[in-house]
């Protein structure tokens, strides 16, 4: 009599490398803010927000946007491949389920936010901030803050889910290790501190360095997701 094997199952290299390989160039895709470093875009990285770079009057503005479009675009499609390719059990599947659709969230919500980008930069420009304070920028402005909001919920739902999932179920040891540990709570962190310093902000009491407080979160994601890439092409486990 045939017995059902409790092994562990491992996913095909021909599953798994296709979305290793689109998270990969997600990640780097979502880095290219870090070319604010060589280039002079007047901006400074402790006060400004990141999305502020890619706003219509900035010199690299269509630049940015494109490849936060990219970005957005190649992480969705390695979030939807990982659901759909990687055959997720029934059984201990739901954390990580719930961890690929964050990322599929994070994915689709920063593609969308790449449409709907700022018309000025309100922290360095007091008459856009004066024009945003008193309702007289485009919808895009309030539109760009709720996609974003929606973008990093995604992302910290992923990165948390998808770490417990591993050290649970042993789905991606790699995530469960202390460096995917220390990411994610380095990122909640960074989170909490971009949100303080944003509320901080506009409430008229200081700036308590937003910009340097976001960059470090999408830094931070950008880290997280090439170590999921990694972790995706190295070993993908489920348990039976």
């Known amino acids: 009599m045939r017995t059902r ?8 290299p021909g599953s798994a490398a296709p979305v290793a ?4 160039l997600g990640a780097v895709a979502y880095s290219a803010w870090l070319l604010e470093i060589p280039l002079d875009t ?18 690299y503005g269509t630049l940015l946007r494109t490849t936060d479009l990219i970005a957005g675009v ?12 990687l055959r997720l059990r029934l059984r201990r599947r739901l954390l990580a389920v719930l961890g690929w659709a964050g990322l599929a969230l994070f994915g689709a919500a920063t593609a969308v ?25 485009p919808w895009t402005h309030a539109a760009h ?29 790699s995530l469960a290790g202390p460096l995917g540990v220390v990411l994610v709570l380095l990122e909640l962190a960074a989170t909490a501190w ?21 960059r470090l979160q999408v830094l931070l994601i950008a880290v997280w997701l090439g170590l999921l890439a990694r972790a995706v092409a190295r070993r993908w486990r489920v348990r039976s």
Do not use: K
């Open 113 to 137: 936010d790449s449409r709907l980008p700022l018309s000025c930069t309100p922290t360095a420009d007091a008459a856009c901030a004066a024009r945003e304070g008193a309702g007289r920028v």
């Open 194 to 214: 971009t949100l303080a310093a944003m509320a901080a902000f506009d409430a008229g009491r200081g700036t308590g360095a937003p910009g340097l407080g976001q």
């Open 21 to 24: 390989l689109l998270l990969a």
């Open 145 to 173: 803050v709720g996609s974003s909001g929606v973008a990093v919920a995604g992302a910290l739902a992923g990165m948390v889910l998808l770490t417990i999932a591993s050290r649970r179920c042993g789905i991606l040891p």
């Open 42 to 59: 007047g901006l400074s990285p402790v006060s400004s927000y990141v999305s502020e770079l890619a706003a219509q009057d900035q010199p």
């Open 74 to 85: 190649l992480i969705l499609a390695g979030a939807v491949g990982a659901l759909l390719r």
């Open 5 to 12: 094997s409790t092994e562990p199952r491992v996913a095909t």
